[in-house]
């Protein structure tokens, strides 16, 4: 695929809050009105929009033009759970590059507390609500609690490894003033934490809340009016990659990573940061495997000799990701591509990874039964 002529020129987050969440539309807003603040346009200079949110239906992206008095020509509703933001940012390269479209906002925001959260998760897709939800399956804690343990049991995976992933995250998280969980976590408290679905504890679990974010995707022209953008270097999507198997223990980004850093022309190697979609620590860690860091099955050692911290060698999550900001549903999808832009536009504040330059940043999501269906990445140079 090619990327040229395209630039991320601007990026918003709105405020994350866990108790009394504010109205969807409310974040969906926000995250769109920071943005193109962010990349210095004025709201006539958007034309395109793509949207998601797992609360939108009955309504869907025209509506939320209508809301925003936008007139787009091209449009995007994201269907694909945590991996769809940035599949809409690739589908939206393409309708810049073909000039349907001059600018495009895409936007994922939710507004999550524990009840919303459990009712949409039970009512996710028809084998969710149909073969899963009426039997008691305990939500995505149960069956992400199947892909950890049998990762164990394969490869000796352990929850120190786990824990380590969870604690660093945490520590970053103190930096972030907009993370909802900022209290240092020690492996002591990573480890005893009360079980929710053995091997899965409370600390291998998000925290359902209301936020968002969003990204401006322009022309290399409109770009010009941000003091900052971003480059696309290459990205990468599929879906039921593995079709013949349940627990999954290899989803799809290895079906594309190779082809995606050989089209960036970098290695892993080069690397200044990275944003795994951080549903659970195994996630994260099956990620780091499908994604070339380590081979199947030694994503334990490579956690083990690697520094994820900001001042590290591969600084992870530098906000404090899903696990220590909060899940704002849909939102969980973009959090990561708004963190590594912003890294990569130097404005992290106390967590600025130092020099950034190079970013991956990582989506995953429509959950069914043992595993995810959906994937993505992008690659992003400064």
């Not at 020690?186 to 809340?209: G, H």
């Amino acid at each position: 695929m090619n990327y040229e002529g395209v630039a991320i020129s601007g990026y918003g987050e709105t405020e994350y809050h866990k108790k009394n969440p504010k109205g969807q539309l409310f974040y969906i807003t926000e995250s769109v009105r920071r943005a193109i603040n962010s990349a210095g346009l004025k709201p006539d200079d958007i034309d395109g929009l793509a949207v998601t949110s797992f609360q939108l239906p009955p309504d869907n992206v025209t509506t939320v033009a209508e809301n925003l008095g936008m007139k787009i020509n091209w449009a995007f509703q994201g269907l694909y759970g945590g991996a769809s933001p940035i599949i809409g940012v690739l589908d939206a390269i393409k309708a810049i590059q073909s000039g349907v479209a001059k600018a495009v906002v895409c936007v994922a925001a939710d507004s999550f507390n524990v009840e919303d959260h459990m009712d949409a998760m039970g009512n996710f897709n028809g084998t969710v609500r149909d073969y899963m939800s009426p039997y008691g399956f305990g939500g995505p804690n149960g069956m992400f609690g199947l892909v950890q343990q049998r990762h164990m049991y394969e490869f000796g995976t352990t929850r120190e490894q786990l824990g380590k992933l969870a604690v660093t995250q945490r520590q970053h998280a103190s930096l972030n003033p907009n993370a909802l969980l900022r209290d240092p976590m020690t492996m002591e408290d990573y480890l005893n934490a009360r079980i929710i679905a053995d091997p899965i504890r409370l600390y291998d679990c998000v925290m359902p809340c209301g936020g968002g974010g969003a990204v401006v995707i322009t022309t290399e022209e409109l770009a010009k009016n941000s003091s900052k953008s971003i480059k696309i270097l290459s990205g990468g999507r599929n879906h039921n990659a593995k079709p013949n198997e349940v627990i999954n223990l290899e989803c799809g980004w290895v079906d594309y990573q190779q082809e995606m850093f050989s089209e960036a022309g970098v290695t892993h190697e080069d690397l200044d940061l990275i944003h795994l979609y951080d549903d659970y620590p195994i996630m994260e860690l099956i990620q780091l495997e499908d994604l070339g860091f380590c081979k199947k099955g030694e994503g334990g050692s490579f956690i083990d000799n690697k520094d994820f911290s900001i001042t590290g060698d591969l600084p992870l999550n530098t906000g404090g990701g899903q696990l220590s900001c909060g899940q704002s549903g849909a939102g969980g999808g973009i959090i990561g591509l708004v963190e590594v832009v912003r890294q990569l536009m130097h404005e992290g504040g106390e967590r600025q990874v130092e020099n950034a330059r190079l970013g991956l940043a990582s989506g995953f999501g429509m959950v069914t039964y043992g595993h995810g269906l959906s994937t993505s990445a992008i690659i992003l140079s400064n």
